[in-house]
């Protein structure tokens, strides 16, 4: 049998150590598809049932291994499908690599069936983009683009016409009318050093030594640094505070995590932005520059791996441009240790009154039930090694609040795009990589309909995936947005009958259980969690439980009043649910 250059692009791929590729077949890729039927020994073949959701498989399993992730759609249509999925990859900066067909090149400009021209659909999108015009350009350019997604941290994109993809492996039918043959190269990404600089060192370590109440705002660039993170938080007596995304960095109940900041965030983290002279920041490019210190009034000493992003969100006296884990253990024989102790023991008792008024509202008597409680019952019930992807949205609330990292949990979800859906597609692609690990998918009946046909992948794949859907019938965050901005609620709560999502689980020969009474979270949680396969349980919520951030500025307070005074249609029920929630934590 005649080697096809599709088999050279697997054969390059699996060299590279991919062994999984997500997507769906079309006419468009029936080339690479044979490619990888003759491969299946190296790559597997992922099925999907919709191109967003292979692409947010790529993306998590690029958050979840450190390796590239790699989809794949046809021409036209499945391309398109491909790029929400992808821009969550881009936005939180993960290598991945989208290969999409073409229609073949004899027809191309004359507008053809499905004629996209997908390089230029993706021109804002891909850090290397390139329609394969002959197969001699085959393996260089696969080396190129993994290269560079890994480099950059971002998409890549390499688009194959039909006629390409199944050619002669060596085919390479044009005349060469200059002195150029296609470059030799070898599938191997050396990354750049990770240490910064020794005089940036020393600049840092006057600066933090000579704070007096030091922060750390530590993100998922400091994913792999626990240790040298809690190590520079020892020696500088400095709370800890964590982006959504680098939730995992520390564990929750560490005595110098002090939560977010932000409108997910702790009273705490908000109290400690304002109260630091120094700030420490580590792995982040925290976008909410409202959330940060007021310009100039902290010193601020950065770490960062791209020197684009090093001090753009606050004027930064120490910018460090190096790997956060290299970085902080180079820093750590610099810094002197702090003996006074007081900054941080005043966060440590802050952080025990926060953790008691959130375990205060995960009150089994509540009823409609209470979202905090079915969080917290997740939380008791897994593992300590459990990975959990969520959301965006209200869930992302409780989550941040009433997830607790412990052991070598960890928490994945769309941080910068906050795109809808990807929690389940995200569980699908971490089951895959781990195959021993509990992943739960913690979504919003909003996000699960979205993408709720990828339950059927994970049943025909066999993956045990815990589904748990905070449902509340309505599109919860936009819901509490429009109220903030003062305006009553409008076109944010489906119509009933409402969803019961359980029955679509067992539909697909899956656990799925519907819950409606407080008494009955608990043991259905911890049941799905036991089933030997995947299980879903689809949990009626209050509707009216609002994601209060952590203070309640006075500008927000009065846009709430004004959404009432404007007739705001479920004010008594939001607020009889405020005045329980207040009762709870008085109560405690």
């Given at each position: 049998m005649t080697d096809i250059a599709s088999e050279v692009l697997i054969e390059r791929l699996a060299a590279w150590g991919v062994d999984t590729v997500f997507g769906l077949p079309g006419d468009g890729i029936n080339g690479i598809m044979e490619g990888l039927r003759r491969h299946t020994d190296r790559v597997r073949f992922v099925l999907v049932h919709h191109e967003e959701a292979a692409a947010f498989m790529a993306t998590a399993h690029a958050k979840a291994t450190g390796r590239i992730g790699v989809c794949l759609a046809t021409s036209g249509p499945g391309g398109i499908h491909l790029l929400n999925g992808l821009y969550d990859a881009k936005l939180d900066h993960q290598p991945v690599l989208a290969i999409t067909g073409m229609q073949e090149t004899s027809v191309l400009g004359t507008g053809y069936q499905q004629e996209v021209h997908l390089?230029?659909?993706?021109?804002?999108?891909?850090?290397?983009?390139?329609?394969?015009?002959?197969?001699?350009?085959?393996?260089?350019?696969?080396?190129?683009?993994?290269?560079?997604?890994?480099?950059?941290?971002?998409?890549?994109?390499?688009?194959?016409?039909?006629?390409?993809?199944?050619?002669?492996?060596?085919?390479?039918?044009?005349?060469?009318?200059?002195?150029?043959?296609?470059?030799?190269?070898?599938?191997?990404?050396?990354?750049?050093?990770?240490?910064?600089?020794?005089?940036?060192?020393?600049?840092?370590?006057?600066?933090?030594?000579?704070?007096?109440?030091?922060?750390?705002?530590?993100?998922?660039?400091?994913?792999?640094?626990?240790?040298?993170?809690?190590?520079?938080?020892?020696?500088?007596?400095?709370?800890?505070?964590?982006?959504?995304?680098?939730?995992?960095?520390?564990?929750?109940?560490?005595?110098?995590?002090?939560?977010?900041?932000?409108?997910?965030?702790?009273?705490?983290?908000?109290?400690?932005?304002?109260?630091?002279?120094?700030?420490?920041?580590?792995?982040?490019?925290?976008?909410?520059?409202?959330?940060?210190?007021?310009?100039?009034?902290?010193?601020?000493?950065?770490?960062?791996?791209?020197?684009?992003?090093?001090?753009?969100?606050?004027?930064?006296?120490?910018?460090?441009?190096?790997?956060?884990?290299?970085?902080?253990?180079?820093?750590?024989?610099?810094?002197?240790?702090?003996?006074?102790?007081?900054?941080?023991?005043?966060?440590?008792?802050?952080?025990?009154?926060?953790r008691a008024d959130m375990a205060a509202l995960e009150s089994p008597d509540r009823d409609p039930i209470a979202p905090q409680y079915l969080m917290g019952c997740v939380d008791r019930a897994a593992a300590d090694d459990a990975i959990l992807t969520c959301d965006s949205g209200t869930i992302a609330t409780w989550a941040a609040r009433h997830w607790t990292i412990r052991g070598d949990r960890r928490f994945y979800l769309s941080g910068n795009l906050a795109t809808m859906a990807p929690g389940l597609p995200y569980a699908i692609a971490i089951q895959h990589a781990f195959p021993g690990r509990q992943v739960i998918a913690f979504v919003g009946d909003g996000g699960f309909a979205m993408l709720m046909a990828e339950f059927l992948t994970a049943a025909q794949h066999r993956l045990p995936i815990k589904v748990v859907i905070n449902n509340n019938n309505a599109l919860g965050q936009i819901l509490w947005e429009q109220m903030v901005l003062g305006y009553p609620e409008h076109g944010v709560r489906f119509a009933e009958p409402a969803s019961d999502f359980s029955a679509w689980a067992r539909s697909c020969g899956a656990y799925g259980r519907k819950v409606k009474a407080p008494g009955d979270v608990e043991e259905a949680v911890r049941q799905a969690l036991a089933h030997d396969g995947p299980a879903l349980v689809d949990v009626d919520v209050n509707p009216n439980e609002p994601p209060m951030p952590g203070k309640v500025g006075h500008d927000q307070a009065v846009k709430f009043a004004e959404a009432f005074l404007r007739g705001q249609p479920h004010r008594a029920a939001i607020a009889t649910t405020l005045f329980k929630d207040k009762i709870s934590q008085l109560g405690r």
């Open positions: 390089d230029r659909l993706y021109a804002d999108l891909a850090e290397y983009n390139l329609v394969v015009d002959n197969p001699a350009q085959l393996p260089g350019v696969v080396d190129l683009a993994i290269r560079t997604a890994y480099a950059r941290r971002g998409v890549a994109h390499l688009c194959l016409p039909n006629d390409v993809q199944v050619a002669p492996a060596d085919a390479d039918p044009y005349q060469h009318v200059a002195p150029a043959r296609p470059p030799a190269t070898a599938p191997i990404y050396l990354p750049a050093p990770g240490m910064p600089r020794p005089e940036d060192l020393e600049a840092a370590a006057r600066v933090l030594n000579a704070g007096e109440r030091v922060a750390i705002l530590a993100g998922a660039g400091a994913l792999h640094a626990r240790e040298e993170v809690l190590a520079v938080a020892d020696v500088l007596g400095a709370p800890v505070i964590k982006t959504l995304p680098g939730k995992a960095v520390i564990p929750d109940d560490s005595p110098y995590a002090v939560g977010g900041i932000g409108l997910l965030g702790t009273r705490p983290g908000e109290d400690l932005v304002d109260d630091c002279d120094t700030l420490f920041m580590v792995g982040t490019n925290f976008p909410y520059t409202k959330h940060l210190p007021e310009p100039g009034k902290v010193r601020v000493v950065q770490i960062e791996a791209d020197p684009a992003r090093a001090g753009v969100r606050m004027p930064t006296q120490v910018p460090m441009i190096g790997d956060a884990k290299e970085g902080l253990a180079a820093l750590l024989p610099l810094l002197r240790r702090k003996d006074d102790r007081s900054h941080l023991e005043k966060y440590r008792r802050a952080m025990d009154r926060w």
